[in-house]
């Protein structure tokens, strides 16, 4: 996002669309409220190994999640892209074989300054505080927001969200492998990794959604997409979120926002920014270059010749 990009207006409209939106059964971020009685989802934190995380589950003992398997809670929240590193892989990625795991398909999100953007981050340190509780005092890292700047230097803060391609299959040995679709990874580099001790499977997936208007109604509806390069910096998308604390080195642990879904709602902005930015390029173009001439120097001055001297012996 650059000076051609309506900052303002993209924020008005993020809160627009962030307040009329319906309340399902989707837990919103901004208006989660966990283990307060009356309100909000009753969650607990849960130990999982293979690989060992620590996820927050709904209910506040195993009998009250009457379904057959856990549900890890899902929250879900509006924005606005100022960074996306989403695929398809194009290149080899140049990194070591134990590196693999680090390799993420990721956005960052911001909300100009959107109240309801605001509220969800707070939702955020909250979560934080509900794990933090399970660890020994100082063990779980900070949890910390990032930061954008605006062209014109102007901070918004701003979360990041992301989802490895690859778990280490020592970390997961019970993990069911699932090929990679051909829009990730059209060349096969990922898919190689497979063969060196790392498997892809249903928890590495992102799920790319965008809005289509019925032909028989005119009501409108998600539709899952392949098409992850359609997102752009600028573009007002809808993320599905869990949170995770994963162990690090001597005793350490971080949360992480992990991404399940995004879906686009509004790319309006992006592509008038786009548009202005092409029109500019193209006056620079077309403008005429004037070549200019200059004298520089100084001219120096003929110096008198001396007038012929005859000499009598």
């Not at 990009?5 to 309340?23: F, K, M, T, V």
């Not at 599905?240 to 994963?246: K, L, M």
Request: aromatic content about 8%; glycine content about 6%; charged content about 25%.
């Amino acid at each position: 996002m650059d000076s051609h990009y309506d900052l303002q207006g993209a924020r008005n409209a993020l809160e627009q669309i962030a307040c009329s939106a319906p309340e399902g059964e989707d837990r919103r971020l901004a208006s989660m409220v966990l283990n307060t009685p009356g309100q909000g989802d009753h969650a607990r934190v849960v130990r999982f190994e293979h690989p060992q995380t620590w996820r927050l589950i709904k209910g506040t003992s195993a009998v009250e999640n009457k379904g057959p398997e856990n549900e890890e809670l899902v929250f879900t929240f509006m924005g606005i892209i100022s960074q996306v590193n989403f695929p398809p892989i194009k290149e080899k990625p140049c990194v070591a074989h134990r590196r693999y795991k680090f390799l993420r398909q990721s956005a960052s999100l911001t909300g100009l300054g959107s109240p309801t953007f605001d509220a969800a981050l707070e939702a955020t340190h909250r979560i934080f505080d509900t794990f933090q509780r399970q660890f020994q005092k100082g063990a779980l890292d900070p949890w910390q927001t990032d930061v954008w700047q605006t062209p014109s230097h102007q901070s918004h803060p701003s979360l990041l969200v992301s989802n490895r391609y690859l778990t280490p299959r020592r970390d997961a040995p019970r993990m069911e492998h699932i090929p990679f679709e051909s829009e990730v990874d059209p060349h096969g580099y990922l898919e190689a990794m497979f063969k060196d001790g790392y498997v892809h499977g249903e928890e590495n997936i992102v799920e790319y959604y965008t809005k289509s208007t019925s032909t028989k109604d005119g009501k409108q509806m998600w539709l899952r997409k392949r098409w992850s390069q359609r997102f752009r910096e600028g573009d007002i998308v809808e993320v599905q979120v869990s949170f995770v604390v994963v162990p690090l080195k001597e005793q350490k642990y971080k949360m992480l926002g992990i991404l399940h879904a995004i879906a686009l709602l509004d790319t309006s902005f992006s592509q008038e920014a786009t548009r202005k930015r092409s029109i500019t390029a193209s006056a620079l173009r077309t403008t005429p270059v004037v070549s200019l001439k200059r004298k520089v120097g100084y001219e120096t001055e003929q110096q008198p010749k001396k007038a012929n001297m005859e000499v009598d012996g």
